[in-house]
């Protein structure tokens, strides 16, 4: 059956790997899911089975069962058809020695179905938009680190994707380069209406690209969303809260202050973040300042971010499998 209002459409995909003394890794678990078109990503620890889910997906390795389409095709019967709708940026170089910027993209393209003289306009296209304009003719195996990353984004890009994925796109990048790269996805993703799928352990930055998380670990979904949806059920949870407060005056005196009200702290970036349950700790903060003459600059609720409930959920799943199913 086609999901052709689906961007991916997961069912019971399961992938084994034989490693030595006979055992096997199950890199992919049963799992089943739906991804919606607009900017999505996949999450998830070492070994939870994201690179495996993509290379099935993209038809570079086969499940063992299950089914799964990419755009509504089919990835077993219609891998053909998937590669001329996608753009792919792997996480690791392939380059070709010798060959200049524009004839690598070029290549790409032509792979990717376009005629020749296509496939050539679409590269300077791609490569100007990424920045590489003026190092187009150089050899790719020159480039830096930073314009190695925009040579695969623009390889990604050449023979206009509808679905984009994105393998650790800000791997290797200065502040600066990490910045402008996630500044180019956003673009990409709202500006020209391209689906985006993309694997980063750099959650930040999927929070600064991406509507929706799905989060793997060890083969299994362990949950799915829209980031804002599941940072906002993350704020409920108690081991998540936190104040944020910053002072003026001796910071050793507050935080005296605290533990004699029986609070507890952690200082981040100079601001001292006192974690609470059910109750605002805000009247003992001020209390606390009062005794020992300190002044309030700003006392806020932290909010929770993609990393809370990444680290929360995952936390989650590994206590229910070690409890045999059963909360602690």
């Known amino acids: 059956m086609s999901i052709k209002n689906e961007l991916i459409y997961v069912d019971g995909l ?7 003394n006979s055992q096997n890794v199950i890199a992919l678990n049963n799992i089943t899911f739906n991804l919606s078109q607009g900017a999505n990503s996949i999450l998830g620890p070492n070994g939870a089975g994201k690179s495996t889910l993509i290379k099935v997906l993209l038809g570079y390795i086969k499940a063992d069962s299950g089914e799964a389409q990419v755009l509504g095709y089919d990835i077993k019967s219609e891998g053909r058809k998937i590669k001329e709708f996608i753009g ?22 032509k792979i990717a179905g376009l005629p020749a003289a296509e496939a050539m306009q679409r590269a300077h296209e791609t490569l100007q938009y990424v920045g590489l304009d003026e190092a187009r003719y150089r050899k790719v195996n020159e480039f830096s680190t930073g314009m190695l990353q925009r040579l695969k984004l623009a390889q990604a890009l050449v023979n206009d994707p509808e679905l984009l994925i994105l393998d650790e796109p800000t791997n290797g990048l200065d502040p600066r380069g990490r910045i402008e790269m996630i500044d180019l996805i956003r673009e ?3 500006d020209h209406s391209i689906n985006l799928l993309v694997s980063s352990h750099l959650l930040p930055d999927i929070e600064a690209t991406c509507e929706f998380a799905t989060i793997l670990d060890k083969g299994h979904l362990i949950t799915q969303g829209r980031i804002e949806d599941l940072t906002g059920q993350e704020a409920g949870y108690s081991d998540s809260r936190k104040m944020n407060v910053q002072i003026k005056g001796s910071l050793n005196d507050f935080l005296v202050g605290l533990k004699k ?11 001292v973040q006192i974690p609470y349950k059910e109750k605002s700790p805000a009247e003992i903060i001020l209390q606390v300042a009062y005794e020992a003459n300190i002044q309030i600059r700003s ?17 989650g799943a590994e206590n229910m499998q070690a409890t045999g199913g059963k909360t602690k």
């Open 14 to 20: 399961t992938k084994t790997f034989g490693v030595s």
């Open 88 to 109: 792919y940026m792997p996480e690791h170089y392939t380059l070709i020695p010798g060959v200049n910027a524009v004839k690598q993209v070029s290549l790409l393209g």
């Open 188 to 190: 990409i993703s709202q």
């Open 261 to 271: 009200h029986g609070l507890s702290f952690e200082i981040i970036d100079k601001i």
């Open 299 to 315: 006392m806020t609720p932290r909010k929770a971010i993609l990393e809370d409930v990444f680290v929360h959920q995952i936390e």
